[in-house]
């Protein structure tokens, strides 16, 4: 059975950047083998929703958009984000009818998870 304690110290937390949806720390950690190195912490504010909507034909709505950082066109799943006091599937259905203009779709939640660092997203399935 693997050891599941945190091996690290926190010797220090610098918050650099703050907005309604997230803080970015610099934080410098000390590892138990007594090496130190410096972490950059992404501390989210909110949840993320993804919904897959399945159409009654068996079609998949996917939402097309520019994506900035990606310098791309991208082709995505329907998603956004909500305060961590919201309910996901109120979110999910909110996002959906700002992106697709339907939010008629019976809902399944089927997974949540973090996506990355702090971001806490919940997958749902809409019929």
């Known amino acids: 059975m693997s050891d599941r304690r ?5 010797l ?10 997230l ?3 610099l934080d410098q950690l000390r590892h138990e083998s007594g090496r130190e ?3 950059v912490a992404l501390r989210f504010k909110v949840f993320g929703v993804a919904v897959l909507p399945v159409d009654p034909q068996g079609r998949v709505s996917l939402i097309g958009q ?3 950082v990606l ?13 961590v006091s919201d309910d996901a ?4 259905r909110r996002e959906l009818q700002e992106e697709t203009g ?3 779709f019976l809902f399944l939640s089927f997974s949540f998870f973090f996506s990355f660092s702090l971001l806490f997203l919940h997958f749902l399935f809409g019929r």
């Open 37 to 39: 190195h410096p972490h």
């Open 102 to 104: 339907d939010a008629s």
């Open 6 to 10: 945190n091996p690290w110290v926190t």
């Open 12 to 21: 220090s937390r610098e918050r650099r950047y703050e907005d309604r949806y």
């Open 71 to 83: 310098d791309r066109f991208t082709w995505e799943l329907p998603r956004g984000s909500g305060p």
């Open 89 to 92: 599937l109120a979110t999910a």
């Open 66 to 68: 520019y994506r900035y």
């Open 23 to 25: 803080g970015l720390d």
